[in-house]
């Protein structure tokens, strides 16, 4: 992890173009996103929302070029994920850190070692300049004293946060986070978004979060894109949200964000 902001250019780190993405079903096909177009500004934080199954899985798997669309461009820096293959994709995925769910922590490695992998897989460094860096970034996230300890060992915020160290190792433009406060208590879970806040300004990564916990995700939004049934919205901040008039838009409002109004990022800055 660099102290060093990114440089940030005004292109976007990503941008979908006409993007249609289908499944097969019973009855013909299943469309998750039905020509969709967006784009994720560099250096700041895009919340991807939606009900279950509207597609936001679907747009992670596709962005890391994991799944393909049926029509249209997903471009990462500019290059076409949706056209690359092999060596190409593994050059454009070197790029991202990734925060799946569970943290997918290896049990039977410390957190030092669970770190230290992206380092000893993909670089050339060696064992004294892994420990150096490993040992930096563990103080920055506050698990610096837990690093010989074994994930069933944490607490489910610890384990976050020693994936959160291991995505940021490779020093990635951007990070996804893929519901990275399931299974977290209020206090944990409000203690991740301030690291992640933090971090993200430290570093200047360009951050895509999927989350089903709204408001409360919507504290660390730029941007908000929701989705529903093929199609997607995009807000240039939660607060937009409310003004639309579309009736799932309304619905998604009326169930979800009674008390984004009253956050305390209002009161106290952005938290
Ligand atoms: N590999 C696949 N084959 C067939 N259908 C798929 C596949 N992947 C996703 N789908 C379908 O695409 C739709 C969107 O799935 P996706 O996993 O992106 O939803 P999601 O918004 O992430 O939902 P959740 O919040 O429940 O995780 C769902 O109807 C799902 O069944």
Do not use: C
Not at 57 to 68: H, P
Not at 76 to 88: D, K, P, T, W
Not at 233 to 252: G, L, N, R, T
């Amino acid at each position: 992890m660099t102290d060093i902001q990114k440089n940030h250019s005004g292109d976007p780190a990503i941008r979908f173009v006409d993007v249609t993405k289908s499944f097969p079903s019973r009855h013909g096909r299943h469309v998750v996103l039905s020509g969709v177009n967006f784009q994720v500004p560099r250096g700041k934080t895009t919340v991807i929302a939606g009900g279950s199954g509207s597609g936001k899985s679907v747009t992670l798997k596709l962005i890391l070029g994991l799944m393909r669309p049926d029509s249209g461009q997903i471009l990462v820096e500019g290059q076409n994920v949706a056209a690359l293959r092999g060596r190409a994709l593994q050059q454009v995925r070197v790029r991202f850190g990734v925060l799946f769910q569970g943290a997918a922590l290896f049990d039977s490695l410390t957190v030092f070692e669970n770190v230290a992998l992206p380092l000893r897989e993909r670089t050339r460094l060696d064992a004294g300049a892994i420990q150096a860096q490993v040992m930096k970034t563990l103080e920055q996230l506050e698990l610096g004293g837990h690093e010989n300890k074994y994930p069933a060992q944490l607490s489910g915020g610890m384990r976050k946060r020693v994936g959160l160290a291991r995505a940021l190792q490779l020093d990635p433009e951007i990070v996804l986070f893929d519901e990275p406060t399931t299974g977290l208590d209020p206090v944990m879970t409000r203690e991740i978004y301030q690291l992640f806040y933090r971090t993200q300004q430290e570093i200047g990564y360009t951050a895509i979060i999927v989350s089903h916990d709204i408001p409360r995700v919507f504290s660390l939004a730029d941007q908000v894109i929701l989705l529903s049934r093929g199609e997607m919205d995009v807000f240039e901040s939660p607060e937009e949200i409310q003004w639309s008039e579309k009736e799932y838009i309304k619905e998604f409002v009326a169930s979800t964000m009674g008390e984004i109004y009253e956050s305390s990022r209002v009161e106290q800055g952005r938290f």
